[in-house]
C-alpha cells in the first residue's frame, strides 16, 4: 500500500454478491455519487475509519463477473485496477464473494490477485453457505490463495469489524507467484510492452494486449504500437484467453479441494461414469431429458388439482360471506368483486409454482441440471447461440429478468443480444397460470396410453413450443447480424449427489412466496383500477341498467337472479372498461377474442399472471351463472353471436399461443432496456414478439373454428 495518508480502497465482486450492502456498512452516511471520468457511470465513493489513525476513501467499482467486460460499466474495472496513473487506482482491493457462489465467484478474485495489487477476499453469505451444506476452511483458503480471507454476513454487518482490522494491516504486494502465469504463452509480446509502456506487472502488460482496442484510458497512438506488437508475436487473444480460463478454473479446483467441504452423500465415481455415459448420449440423453419434461408436466397437473380446488373454492366462498355481512356500498363491492378474486386468482397457482420449482430444484441438487446445458450446447450452436446460453434459456423457464442477467457471461456481444432477443419466448413462471387454466377448460381431462394425462402432454407442448420460438428466431437473427466469431462454453460437470430436501422445500417456499408477492402488487392495483373501470361508467347508462333491461327483455320470464345477472352484464360492457375493450374487439376478435378477454390482455401487459386475476374481476362484476369459481365462471361464458361457450377449443388455442409468443412484461422490457443502453433492442423485440403472437393465433383460430 501506498504511504498515502488516506489509502484509496476499491470493492470489487459479482452482481448481487452484497458488495453494495458492504459498502453502506463501511462508509455509513459518508459517502456520495458522481459518474465515473467521462462516462455517465454511477460511481459511489465514501470514507471509512478503519482505526484510530487509518481513514481510507472506498471507491464501490460496478459489478463485473469476469476482468473481460462485457459493458461500460465493466469496462471501467480494468481501466482503473490495470492503470496506476489513474486517480482512482486503489492502494488496496476487497474482492466480495458471494460463498454460496463460491467457485464462479473466485474467477474474478483471481484475475484481480495476478494484477499484484494488495487484495482482502471477503467471504460474504456465509450464512447462506451453512444452510447448502457446504464447510469452508478460511485459513486454508487464506493459506492457498496467500490472501488475507475474511469472512462476513454484509446485509446485517456481521464481520465488518474483523474486515477493517485487516484492511489497516495489509502491508503491499512483492512479486507473488501468479494463478495464471501469461508468460508462457505470450512472454516476447509481453516483454516488449512493458519496455514501451513502463509496465511492471506481466499480467497488466497482458490485458493491454487482449483490451487495447476497447480501452478507453489508451490513446489512439498507443493502441496502434500495442497493434503492432500483437502483429509482430502473432498474439491470438481468444486462444489464449480460452487457454487462461482453463487454467484458472484448474487453480480454482484445487482451491476448492483443500478448503471447500460438501456435507452430501455422492455416488461412487464409477457410477458417475455410468450415468454420465447415459445422460449425455446423443439418443438416449434427449430420450431421457423428454421423459424428465413429461413427468414434471405430469405431475403438475395431477398433484395440484386438489389443493387449487380448495384454494379456488374458498376464495370464492369468502368472497360470497364477506358481501353477505358487510354493509352495501362501494367499498364492499371493491373488496368482494376486486380485491379478493383478483388475489386468489393468483394465490390458486401456488401449488403448481411449488411443485415446478420443486423439480427445477432437485435437478439442480443432484447435478442433473448441468448435465442438461452440456447436452444442449450441441443444438444450441447450430442455431447461432453460444454455448453459455443454454443457462439463460433454460433459467427462463423460472422468469426472464434473471435469465436475460445472466448472459453477461456470454463474451460475444452479438451471440449475448440474441440470446436477450430470443429469451423471453421461454415459457416462464408467470404463463403457468394462463396455460394451466386455459388447458384445462378447452383440454379434456383423459388418460392417454394408460399413463400419461393429455392435459399434461398439451402443458408440455406450451414449454416446448415457446423453446422452438426461441431457437427459430435466434437462427433468423443469426443471419441478419452475421455473426462469424463464436465463443465456447467451458464447464465441469459436478458428481453426483443425494439432494438436501431441505434445500427443496426452502426453495419451494421462497419462489412460491416470490411469486406471489411480487405478482400480487400488481394485481392488487389493476385489480382496484379494473373494478373502477368496470363499476363506473360515462352519462347515465350505468343508473338506467335495470330499465334498459326492462326493455329489452319480458321481466316476468326471468327469475330474479337472472335478472340480476343481465343487469350486471349490461353495466359491465357499458362501464369505461367496456367501453374500452369494445374499441379494440375489431381488433381482436378474429382471433376468435371478445372485448372481456381484450381487456384481460391490456391488463396483463403489466405481467401475464395479471390475466387470470382480470377473468377473475371482469366475470365476477359480469354475472356469469356458476358454481362461483374462476374455472366455472370461464366455462360458462357464452359467446352471444353463436350461443356456444366462449372458450371453443380455437379461441383456447389461440389464446394459448398468443400468451406463449406476446411480450407482456413490462419488467423484462425495462431489463433489456438496461442490459442494451438504449431503447432500440426493447421496442423491436416487443414488435417483433407482438406480430409472431398475434399472426401465429390469428392462424390457429382460423385453422381450428
Known amino acids: 500500500m501506498s504511504q498515502s495518508s488516506t489509502p484509496k480502497i476499491a470493492l470489487v465482486g459479482n452482481p448481487n454478491s452484497g458488495k453494495s450492502s458492504l459498502f453502506n456498512h463501511l462508509t455509513g452516511l459518508n459517502q456520495k455519487i458522481g459518474n465515473f471520468p467521462g462516462v455517465t457511470v454511477d460511481k459511489k465513493t465514501g470514507f471509512c475509519q478503519l482505526n484510530k489513525t487509518t481513514r481510507a476513501e472506498i471507491i464501490d467499482l460496478p459489478g463485473t463477473y469476469s476482468i473481460y467486460p462485457n459493458s461500460t460499466d465493466e469496462k471501467i474495472v ?41 487484495v482482502v477476499l471477503a467471504l460474504n453469505m456465509m450464512d447462506i453457505v451453512e444452510k447448502t451444506g457446504l464447510s469452508i476452511d478460511a485459513k486454508k483458503l487464506a493459506e492457498r490463495l496467500q490472501v488475507p480471507v475474511v469472512p462476513t454476513r454484509a446485509r446485517k454487518g456481521t464481520g465488518i469489524d474483523k474486515l477493517k482490522e485487516v484492511l489497516a494491516q495489509v502491508k503491499p504486494n512483492g512479486q507473488v507467484k501468479p494463478i495464471f502465469d501469461a508468460r508462457n504463452h505470450c512472454g516476447d509480446a509481453i516483454d516488449e510492452v512493458k519496455r514501451n509502456f513502463n509496465i511492471e506487472e506481466d499480467y497488466v502488460a497482458y490485458q493491454m494486449l487482449q ?38 478454473y484448474a487453480a480454482i479446483n484445487h482451491v476448492i479441494d483443500a478448503a471447500v467441504k460438501e456435507n452430501f452423500a455422492y455416488l461412487p465415481k464409477e457410477w458417475t461414469k455410468k450415468l454420465d455415459g447415459l445422460f449425455t448420449h446423443k439418443i438416449w440423453g434427449y430420450a431421457i431429458f423428454l421423459f424428465i419434461l413429461f413427468l414434471i408436466f405430469q405431475s403438475i397437473f395431477a398433484w395440484a388439482t386438489v389443493p387449487m380446488d380448495i384454494i379456488d373454492l374458498t376464495f370464492s366462498e369468502l368472497s360470497v360471506a364477506l358481501k353477505n355481512v358487510l354493509p352495501a356500498g362501494a367499498l364492499t363491492n371493491l373488496l368482494t368483486e376486486g380485491i379478493i378474486p383478483g388475489i386468489g386468482g393468483i394465490v390458486i397457482f401456488i401449488p403448481q409454482i411449488a411443485i415446478l420449482f420443486a423439480f427445477i430444484s432437485v435437478l439442480e441438487e443432484t447435478g442433473y441440471m448441468s448435465r442438461v446445458v452440456f447436452l444442449m450446447d450441441k443444438i444450441m450452436r447450430k442455431f447461432g447461440l453460444n454455448g453459455k446460453s443454454v443457462v439463460p434459456l433454460i433459467s427462463g423457464v423460472a422468469c426472464a429478468i434473471p435469465a436475460i442477467m445472466a448472459t453477461r457471461t456470454i463474451e460475444n456481444w452479438k451471440e449475448r443480444l440474441i440470446t436477450i432477443f430470443v429469451t423471453p419466448f421461454m415459457s416462464c413462471s408467470a404463463r403457468l397460470p394462463v396455460y ?25 407442448g406450451m414449454y416446448l413450443l415457446g423453446f422452438l420460438a426461441a431457437i427459430l428466431s435466434a437462427a433468423a437473427m443469426k443471419l441478419i447480424l452475421k455473426t462469424k466469431e463464436r465463443s465456447f462454453l467451458v464447464m465441469e460437470l459436478p458428481t453426483y449427489k443425494v439432494p438436501r430436501w431441505k434445500n427443496v422445500g426452502m426453495t419451494m417456499f421462497e419462489k412460491s412466496k416470490t411469486f406471489v408477492l411480487e405478482a400480487g402488487k400488481i394485481i392488487l392495483a389493476i385489480s382496484v383500477v379494473l373494478w373502477v373501470l368496470a ?14 333491461i326492462t326493455a329489452q327483455y319480458d321481466v316476468s320470464q326471468l327469475s330474479d337472479v337472472e335478472f340480476g345477472n343481465k343487469v350486471d352484464a349490461y353495466k359491465l360492457e357499458h362501464s369505461y372498461a367496456g367501453i374500452f375493450g369494445k374499441a ?70 389461440s389464446l394459448l399461443v398468443f400468451y406463449a409468443f406476446a411480450m407482456q412484461c413490462m419488467s423484462t422490457l425495462a431489463i433489456v432496456y438496461r442490459e442494451t443502453k438504449g431503447w432500440k433492442w426493447p421496442i423491436l423485440q416487443f414488435t417483433y414478439m407482438t406480430a409472431v403472437a398475434y399472426l401465429s393465433a390469428l392462424l390457429v383460430f382460423q385453422v381450428f373454428k
Open 535 to 548: 363499476s363506473y361508467g360515462p352519462g347515465d347508462e350505468m343508473e338506467m341498467a335495470e330499465q334498459r
Open 211 to 248: 483490451q487495447y482496442s476497447i480501452n478507453d484510458s489508451i490513446s489512439d497512438r498507443d493502441k496502434l504500437v500495442l497493434g503492432e506488437i500483437a502483429i509482430k508475436y502473432d498474439f491470438k487473444k481468444d486462444d489464449i484467453r480460452r487457454k487462461e480460463t482453463l487454467e484458472r
Open 584 to 653: 379494440i374487439e375489431p381488433a381482436i376478435e378474429p382471433l376468435g377474442y371478445d372485448w372481456k378477454i381484450g381487456i384481460a390482455i391490456i391488463t396483463s401487459f403489466a405481467a401475464r399472471e395479471v390475466f387470470v386475476g382480470t377473468m377473475a374481476t371482469i366475470y365476477s362484476i359480469g354475472g356469469v351463472e356458476d358454481e362461483g369459481t374462476i374455472k366455472g365462471r370461464m366455462r360458462n361464458e357464452i359467446n352471444p353471436k353463436t350461443g356456444e361457450p366462449r372458450y371453443t377449443f380455437a379461441a383456447g388455442f
Open 436 to 460: 394451466t387454466i386455459l388447458i384445462a377448460l378447452i383440454i379434456p381431462d383423459e388418460p392417454v396410453l394408460g399413463i400419461l394425462n393429455l392435459q399434461g402432454l398439451a402443458l408440455m
Open 78 to 118: 480494468f481501466d482503473i485496477l490495470g492503470n496506476r496513473s489513474n486517480p482512482l487506482h486503489p492502494d488496496m482491493v476487497v474482492v466480495i464473494v458471494d460463498a454460496s457462489n463460491f467457485k464462479r465467484n473466485l474467477l474474478l478474485f483471481t484475475q484481480i490477485r495476478d494484477l499484484n495489487i494488495p
